[in-house]
C-alpha cells in the first residue's frame, strides 16, 4: 500500500509542475467576436464569452468544440491542453457542468483483479472545481479511496466505506457503509483519483464486486443499493466549475479597455484568485461581455410600484400623476399614490356614478330583450308543436300499450340544425314529394337521416302522425328504424338511422362498372324485402299496408342488406279490414291497376308494387321507360308480354343471364308475373311470396334443398310439425308445398 502512495504523491508534484507551466503561457487578449457565430451545440447553448470556432470566443480558455457525428447529437467540448472535456451546461452565472472519469478497481469471486486499475484525473487550464457543489465519493464495501491534486498548494484527501452485507446499506444515505464522500478544498485545478480494495471484495463479492471513486456534483447524485454493482456500467459523471476570466483583478483589467470582457452597462467583480466576472447594472440585462440593455419596468407591473403614470427611463423608470390628481405616483411602502385633486373629485364621483348607471340599465335592457325573444322563441315553437301535431300525436303514442315498443325520442331543432350544418345542401342524401332527406351527426358521433317534411297543411298533419306512429310499432331488421322526430321546427322533422349505401334504384339504374349487382346480391334483396312486407302484413303488432313500394324506397345498409324505407303513405289496418278505400296515390308505373280503377287498396297491392321491384332486379329496366317502344314503356305489362311471347331470356339483365341458373330465374320471373296479376285474388300474399323466394334462394345450395325436402315429406305424412326449432328456411318451403295442396290449413294460411 506504502508503493500507491508514493506513486500518488509523484503524480500530484507533476500536475502542479504542469499547472505552472499552463499558468505561465495563459491567454489575455481578446478577440474581435464574428457576426456569424454559432449559438448552439446540440442541445447545449454556447453563450459569449464561450464561442465555437475562431473569432467566437474571449480568449482560448474559453474555446469550445461542436464534435458533430452523423451517428448522434452534435456535442460540444471545452479545450484544454491536455485532453477535451465534455460540456453538459454553460451558466453567465459563472458554472460550467462537465462530464469527469470514475475511478475504479474490479475482482472476480477468487479475489483476482478483473481489470486493470483505472484512475480518475483531471488537468484544467483556467477553471477549478466548485468546492461547494462537488463532493469527492467513493462506493463500495470494501473500498478505500484517494484523491490528490493542486490549489496552488499541494492536497491530499480520501475517506474509507465498509460494510458486511447489502443489508446493512442505507438508500440515499452517504455515510461511510458503502458509499462515503468528502469535501474538495477551494481553487482546485487538478486532482488524481485513485481507489482500492482492503480485502479484494472477497467477502463482498456477491454484490459488490467493484470499488468506485469520482468527483460529482453533489445534487445530481443520489446513492442507492444498485450502486454498489451497477455503476460498473458508467465511466463518467456531471461536475462543476467555477469560471472566470482568467487570471486579472477587475482594476488590472480595466486598465485596457480594449480587453476588458465586461462591457456596456456591466459591472466587474472579483473571483476569488481565479480572476473576475461581469454582471449587469441595475435596470439592464442580457449579457455582460457583450452588453447589457435596458429594461423596460413599465412593460411589467411587477418591476415598477407606479400608481399612475410609468416612464421608462435609461436604466430605470419614473413615476407620475394623471391629470386632476397630484402625489408622487408610487404605491405602498414611502409612496404616497395619486390623490384627487378637490376640484375634480366631485366631477370623478358623478362621472363614476353615470357610466355605473348606464352600464346597469344597458344590462337590465340586454336581459330584458334576451327574455323577451326567449319568450317569443318557446310561443313560436309550440305554436309549430301544435300545427305539425305534437298533441296528436303524443295522444296516439301514449295509446300504444306496447311498453316494448321504443316511441322514438324528441329532439330539439337546436340539435338538428347543428347536426346537419344548418341543413347545408351538401348534406342532402335525397328528394322527394314528401321532403328532403338530410345526413347528420349528433354530438355523440352517431350518424343519422334527417327527413324535412314538406310544408304541410291541416290536412296532412294526420298522415304525417301517422307515418310516426307505425315506425313506432315496427321493429323488423329489414325496416329502416325511427330514432325521433322533431315538432317545434316550421316543418316536422323526422330522425332515422343512417343506411350508408344509398338505394336499390341507384345501384340497377345507375350502376357502378368496379360493383355489379350479382344475381345472388338480387335474390337476397328481394327475400329480404318479401320478408319486411310480410312482416307488416302480417306479423306486425299492427297491420300494416306500405303504399309506396318501389326500389327508390328501399336503402341497402351494411353489407347491402335491404331496409323498406318511406312510411309517408302508409296506413294501418285492423285484423278484420280487407282494404281500404282512399284517394288514389303511389308512384306511377309501381302503382296496382286494380287499385287505381276501384280506389280499394288492399295487401295484393303492395304485392303488385314488389313484383314491379322484382321485375326491375331481374331485367335491370326502368319502371317506366322513354327509351322503349311506346305499348312497351310500362315495364310491368313489357315483362308479362316477353313471358307470354316466350321472349323471357331476351330482355333479363346480363348479370342475371351470366351468374343466375335457369331454375332460379324462371321459379323468380313465374313469382314476378303472379305478382303482377291484374285480379289481386290471383296474386300470392306476400308470406308466400317470402316463403318461395327463400325456396329459390336454396336451389344455390343442394345440401339445403335436400334438407328442404326431407322436412317437407316429413310435413306431408304429419310425423312433425312446422315449429320454431324447425330452421326458418325450411318451414317456408315446407308451407310453401303443404299450400299447394292444403290451401285451407290453418297453421300455413296468412293472417
Known amino acids: 500500500m506504502g508503493s500507491e502512495w508514493n506513486r500518488l504523491e509523484i503524480m500530484r508534484v507533476l500536475l502542479v509542475v504542469g499547472q505552472l507551466l499552463l499558468i505561465s503561457s495563459s491567454l489575455s487578449s481578446s478577440q474581435t467576436l464574428s457576426p456569424n457565430c454559432q449559438e448552439t451545440c446540440g442541445d447545449v447553448a454556447v453563450p459569449y464569452p464561450f464561442g465555437i470556432g475562431d473569432g467566437c470566443y474571449l480568449n482560448e480558455y ?111 444515505a452517504c455515510d461511510g457503509i458503502g458509499c462515503c464522500q468528502t469535501t474538495i478544498p477551494k481553487m482546485l485545478l487538478n486532482y488524481n483519483a485513485s481507489v482500492r480494495s482492503l480485502n479484494n471484495h472477497s467477502n463482498v463479492w456477491s454484490f459488490n464486486p467493484c470499488s468506485y471513486a469520482f468527483i460529482v456534483e453533489d445534487k445530481s447524485f443520489n446513492f442507492s443499493r444498485e450502486d454498489l454493482n451497477g455503476m460498473k456500467n458508467r465511466t463518467v459523471v456531471p461536475s462543476v466549475l467555477d469560471w472566470a476570466v482568467w487570471k486579472e483583478s477587475c482594476n488590472a483589467a480595466a486598465k485596457d479597455p480594449a480587453s476588458f470582457a465586461c462591457k456596456a452597462h456591466s459591472e466587474c467583480f472579483d473571483f476569488a484568485d481565479i480572476g473576475y466576472r461581469c454582471n449587469c447594472s ?24 407606479c400608481d399612475g403614470i410609468c416612464h421608462n427611463t435609461e436604466g ?6 394623471p391629470k386632476g390628481y397630484h402625489g408622487d405616483g408610487k404605491k405602498g411602502g414611502d409612496g404616497s399614490g395619486c390623490i384627487a385633486n378637490p376640484k375634480s373629485q366631485s366631477s370623478v364621483i358623478i362621472l363614476v356614478g353615470t357610466g355605473t348607471g348606464a352600464i346597469v340599465l344597458l344590462l337590465l335592457c340586454w336581459w330584458l330583450n334576451k327574455y323577451i325573444k326567449r319568450r317569443r322563441e318557446a310561443k313560436r315553437k309550440r305554436k309549430f308543436f301544435e300545427r305539425n301535431g305534437g298533441f296528436l300525436l303524443q295522444k296516439r303514442l301514449s295509446s300504444i300499450e306496447d311498453n316494448h315498443v321504443d ?55 294526420e298522415q304525417f302522425v301517422s307515418e310516426i306512429v307505425i315506425l313506432s310499432e ?129 295487401h295484393k297491392s303492395d304485392v303488385y ?54 331454375k332460379e330465374i324462371i321459379a323468380v320471373s313465374n313469382l314476378a308475373k303472379r305478382c303482377l296479376e291484374l285480379h289481386g285474388r290471383y296474386r300470392p300474399t306476400m308470406k308466400e311470396v317470402a316463403m318461395e323466394l327463400e325456396q329459390a334462394r336454396s336451389l344455390r345450395n343442394p345440401t339445403v334443398a335436400r334438407q328442404n ?14 315449429s320454431s326449432v324447425i330452421p326458418m328456411s325450411m318451414q317456408l318451403e315446407a308451407q310453401v308445398e303443404m299450400t299447394s295442396v292444403q290451401e285451407d290449413q290453418s297453421l300455413l294460411s296468412p293472417r
Open 709 to 722: 325436402e326431407e322436412v317437407i315429406n316429413r310435413i306431408r305424412t304429419g310425423s312433425i310439425y312446422v
Open 609 to 662: 308494387s314488389f313484383g314491379v321491384v322484382l321485375v326491375e332486379l331481374l331485367t335491370g329496366e326502368k319502371p317506366i321507360s322513354q327509351l322503349r317502344a311506346e305499348e312497351d314503356r310500362n315495364l310491368a305489362s313489357y315483362f308479362i308480354i316477353s313471358m307470354q311471347q316466350n321472349r323471357l331470356f331476351d330482355v333479363l339483365d346480363k348479370e342475371v343471364l351470366d351468374h343466375g341458373e335457369n
Open 474 to 602: 315496427i321493429n323488423h331488421r329489414n325496416v329502416v328504424k325511427l330514432l325521433g322526430f322533431c315538432l317545434e321546427s316550421e316543418v316536422p322533422l323526422l330522425v332515422y338511422e343512417f343506411v350508408p349505401n344509398g338505394t336499390l334504384y341507384r345501384y340497377l339504374h345507375d350502376p357502378d362498372e368496379e360493383f355489379p349487382v350479382s344475381w345472388e346480391m338480387r335474390l337476397r334483396i328481394a327475400s329480404e324485402v318479401a320478408g319486411a312486407l310480410s312482416y307488416l302484413h302480417s306479423d306486425a303488432a299492427v297491420l300494416i299496408y306500405h303504399r309506396d313500394i318501389k326500389s327508390s324506397n328501399i336503402l341497402l345498409g351494411e353489407k347491402y342488406r335491404a331496409k323498406v324505407a318511406d312510411f309517408g303513405a302508409s296506413k294501418l289496418i285492423s285484423i278484420d279490414q280487407t282494404h281500404l278505400t282512399t284517394m288514389v296515390r303511389g308512384t306511377f308505373g309501381y302503382l296496382d291497376p286494380e287499385y287505381y280503377q276501384t280506389s280499394q287498396f288492399t
Open 62 to 172: 474559453f474555446s469550445i468544440h461542436c464534435n458533430i457525428t452523423a451517428a448522434s447529437t452534435p456535442k460540444p467540448y471545452l479545450w484544454n491542453r491536455t485532453a477535451n472535456i465534455e460540456v453538459l451546461d454553460i451558466s453567465l452565472d459563472g458554472e460550467l457542468r462537465m462530464y469527469t472519469s470514475i475511478s475504479t478497481d474490479c475482482y472476480n469471486e477468487a479475489g483476482v483483479q478483473q481489470l486493470p486499475r483505472t484512475f480518475a484525473y483531471s488537468v484544467l487550464s483556467a477553471f477549478t472545481f466548485s468546492n461547494t457543489k462537488n463532493k469527492f465519493t467513493a462506493i463500495g464495501c470494501d473500498t478505500v479511496a484517494v484523491i490528490a491534486g493542486s490549489n496552488g498548494q499541494g492536497f491530499s484527501s480520501g475517506c474509507l466505506s465498509v460494510c458486511a452485507g447489502i443489508d446493512d446499506v442505507t438508500d440515499v
Open 407 to 461: 316511441k322514438g325520442k324528441l329532439f330539439a331543432s337546436l340539435e338538428l340544425d347543428m347536426a346537419t350544418d344548418h341543413f347545408n345542401e351538401n348534406r342532402i342524401l335525397g328528394q322527394g314529394g314528401q321532403g328532403t332527406v338530410y345526413k347528420g351527426m349528433l354530438i355523440d358521433g352517431t350518424i343519422i337521416a334527417v327527413k324535412k317534411s314538406n310544408i304541410i297543411d291541416a290536412g296532412q298533419v
Open 282 to 305: 441595475s435596470g439592464y440585462e442580457g449579457n455582460p461581455y457583450l452588453g447589457c440593455e435596458d429594461i423596460n419596468e413599465c412593460a411589467d407591473p411587477e418591476k415598477n410600484p
Open 316 to 321: 430605470s423608470y419614473t413615476c407620475s400623476c
